[in-house]
C-alpha cells in the first residue's frame, strides 16, 4: 500500500507570494493533518480534516488554511509569506483512531 | 503553552547499552500516548503507544512506560544500535474525539558504535 505522499518536496519563495502544498493520504484514510516543524518547536498542529470538513485547528493565523476534496486529497495554502514561515509541513493520515502515517514533507524557504 | 515536553534536546548512548528518552504532559485529559522516530528527509515513523490504562507497552526492543500521577512517560530501547539514531518525538492526544496529536520537540538520541 503506498504510503502518505507530500508535494512538492521543496519549495523556496519570496516574501509576500503565497504557496499550496499538497498530500495524497494512504489509500482508506479518510482523516488528514497538516503539521509545521522547526528546529527547537517540535511538530505544531495546523488542522486536520476528515470527509472534506475541518474537525480541528492550531493557534496559527488566517495566512495558514486547508481543505480536503471527496477523494480525501488535501491541500494547505500559506498566503502572505513571512520569513517565519520556512518550516518543514507534515502531512499525516490515520484510519479511524490508529496512529498518524507521515508523508515525507514538504521543505518550504521564504527569502 | 507547551502540552507535551521533551526537557532533553539530545542524549548520547553507547550501543548495546540502554537508551531512555522522557516526556513529560501537563493535560490530564490526555489518555492515548505515542513515541514517533524521526530520520532526516524522512518523516516521522511510528513507533509505540500505550494507552492511559496501563502502565507499561512493550515491542521488542522498545519498551514505553506511563506514569499517570507524575504525567511522565518514557522510552527504553535495549539494547541501543547504531541504526536507532533519530529524533524521537513523543505525543499525546485525548481519545474522546478532539483527533489532535500534540508533540514534543523532539529528542535526538545518538547510539555510538
Known amino acids: 500500500k503506498a504510503g502518505v505522499t507530500q508535494t512538492p518536496r521543496y519549495l523556496i519563495k519570496t516574501r509576500g507570494q503565497q504557496v499550496t502544498l499538497s498530500c495524497s493520504p494512504i489509500s482508506g484514510h479518510r482523516s488528514v493533518s497538516w503539521y509545521q516543524q522547526t528546529p527547537g518547536q517540535g511538530l505544531q498542529f495546523l488542522f486536520e480534516y476528515f470527509s472534506e470538513t475541518q474537525r480541528n485547528k492550531g493557534n496559527f493565523p488566517g495566512r495558514f488554511s486547508g481543505r480536503q476534496f471527496s477523494n480525501s486529497r488535501s491541500e494547505m495554502n500559506v498566503s502572505t509569506l513571512e520569513l517565519g514561515d520556512s518550516a518543514l509541513y507534515l502531512c499525516?493520515?490515520?484510519?479511524?483512531?490508529?496512529?498518524?502515517?507521515f508523508g515525507n514533507g514538504t521543505r518550504l524557504t521564504v527569502t | 503553552d507547551q502540552q507535551v515536553k521533551q526537557n532533553s534536546p539530545s542524549l548520547r548512548v553507547q550501543e548495546g547499552r540502554i537508551s531512555i528518552l522522557n516526556c513529560d504532559y501537563t493535560n490530564s485529559m490526555f489518555d492515548y500516548f505515542l513515541w514517533y522516530k524521526k530520520y532526516p528527509a524522512e518523516g516521522p515513523t511510528f513507533l509505540i503507544s500505550i494507552s492511559s490504562i496501563k502502565d507499561k507497552n512493550e515491542d521488542g526492543r522498545f519498551t514505553v512506560f506511563l506514569n499517570k500521577s507524575a504525567k511522565h512517560l518514557s522510552l527504553h530501547i535495549v539494547p541501543s544500535q547504531p541504526g536507532d539514531s533519530a529524533v524521537y518525538f513523543c505525543a499525546a492526544t485525548t481519545t474522546s474525539g478532539t483527533y489532535k496529536y500534540i508533540f514534543g520537540t523532539g529528542t535526538r538520541l545518538k547510539v555510538l558504535a
Open positions: 499525516a493520515s490515520s484510519l479511524g483512531d490508529s496512529p498518524l502515517h
